[in-house]
């Protein structure tokens, strides 16, 4: 007994002792940050010594970013060192990404703080992720006086999904200023995946700075093709739609590669990307699942082709075609997408789809035709009222009420 008391007191000891060994690795950092000049090679020391550390300093960083701690035994007699604390702090905070930290950052970006501290602060609330309470602060931001605020906070919102500061961001890539084109570009390449809707906006701009745009889309590329072996699906879900909104034709094999992917999503992602590029190998994969005996394949393939045809219109004959296939499940998959897609050229094709011998495919039909609202479908639809089928009849006085709103709205 005495042996196992001796034993949970030395690992005890030891325990407390590596807590204070941390506890003094912190202090000691956080006291060298504020004895350095920002970005001086000791002040990065202590920041990137602390992001080693991880959470177990953010409390302690997080105290550093509010006023109200240098007061009484934390008294700092100079304002320039809390201003390095605060930047240091934001930096690491940043980096490991503590949960509940954004209301304390968000506090320090108003005019109230200097500029090195209101961009650090700027720069964590976007690394942390979607936050409303961060894109509400940030959104303030987007009309300061200062310019380099304006662009790290529409950097930050972009990081969120957010594309509120995209037009802020193309200005200072077509700008002359080398330090507001740099913190642009490292934006961009920082944002990944959630930057590639502007990339591919601004992926022809011309001027003096093509040249690095077009080396950013490069890095962003790269490191998209990473991501697509990311442990989390929806990283490499979302990696792969951007690959494909992206565009280029080099990365078309690391998709294809992505059509086995475990996760339905993944792939289902990935086919609608490769389908977007023009891509048959996506188009196939879409065709072949909304035919799939599984109601689950065959609903993600109709979302996925009806997102495809909405953006490029590149399916739209193959999915006319589709309507005259030899089995009933891809004639009624494709009468859904036509519908959802709203494609007025399959109006014809879809009215002889009234008259399949399936119940399903008259059902997608009729509901395809409501959807698509046009006058013209009224007697093939009122021909189905007393469909033998109860749910091709319910759906053929849905569809006309639609015909009835729109006429009205027309009138």
Request: with cysteine; hydrophobic share 40%; charged share 20%.
């Amino acid at each position: 007994m005495r042996f196992f008391t001796a034993l949970t007191a030395l690992c005890a000891s030891l325990f407390l002792s590596a807590c204070s060994t941390t506890e003094q690795q912190i202090t000691d950092y956080v006291e060298q940050m504020a004895a350095n000049p920002i970005d001086s090679p000791a002040w990065q020391e202590s920041v990137d010594g602390l992001i080693a550390i991880g959470r177990p300093a953010a409390r302690q960083l997080t105290a550093q970013l509010n006023p109200g701690h240098y007061v009484g035994e934390n008294y700092r007699e100079f304002r320039q060192e809390q201003e390095k604390l605060r930047t240091g702090s934001a930096r690491v905070l940043g980096r490991i990404k503590p949960r509940g930290v954004t209301g304390a950052l968000t506090g320090r970006i108003s005019s109230d703080y200097t500029e090195p501290e209101r961009i650090a602060c700027i720069w964590a609330i976007g690394e942390m992720g979607f936050a409303q309470a961060g894109i509400d602060a940030l959104k303030g931001q987007i009309s300061d006086e200062n310019p380099l605020i304006r662009l790290h906070a529409s950097i930050a919102l972009m990081k969120m999904d957010d594309q509120t500061g995209y037009e802020e961001i193309a200005s200072a890539l077509a700008g002359s200023n080398d330090i507001h084109v740099n913190v642009a570009l490292n934006g961009l390449a920082e944002a990944k995946h959630f930057g590639v809707p502007l990339l591919g906006q601004l992926t022809d701009q011309e001027g003096p700075n093509g040249a690095a745009l077009q080396q950013t889309i490069g890095k962003v590329s790269a490191e998209l093709v990473e991501q697509l072996n990311n442990e989390d699906p929806e990283m490499r879900r979302r990696a792969a739609l951007a690959l494909g909104e992206l565009g280029d034709s080099q990365h078309v094999d690391p998709l294809v590669q992505c059509l086995d992917d475990p996760s339905n999503q993944v792939r289902f992602s990935t086919a609608a990307a490769l389908a977007e590029m023009g891509e048959q190998a996506g188009v196939d994969f879409l065709f072949d699942s909304m035919r799939d005996p599984d109601p689950i394949l065959r609903t993600n393939a109709v979302k996925f082709l009806s997102g495809v045809q909405k953006n490029t219109g590149t399916v739209q004959a193959q999915l006319i075609s589709a309507l005259a296939s030899q089995e009933a499940l891809a004639r009624a998959g494709a009468a859904q997408v036509l519908g959802q897609a709203r494609v007025l050229d399959a109006v014809a094709a879809l009215q002889t789809a009234t008259g399949d011998s399936d119940a399903q495919v008259r059902a997608n039909a009729v509901i395809a035709l409501g959807h698509i609202g046009l006058p013209e479908s009224r007697m093939p639809l009122e021909a189905l009222l007393k469909d033998p089928d109860s749910t091709v009849a319910y759906y053929a006085e849905w569809a006309l009420r639609q015909l009835n709103s729109t006429e009205r709205g027309q009138g």
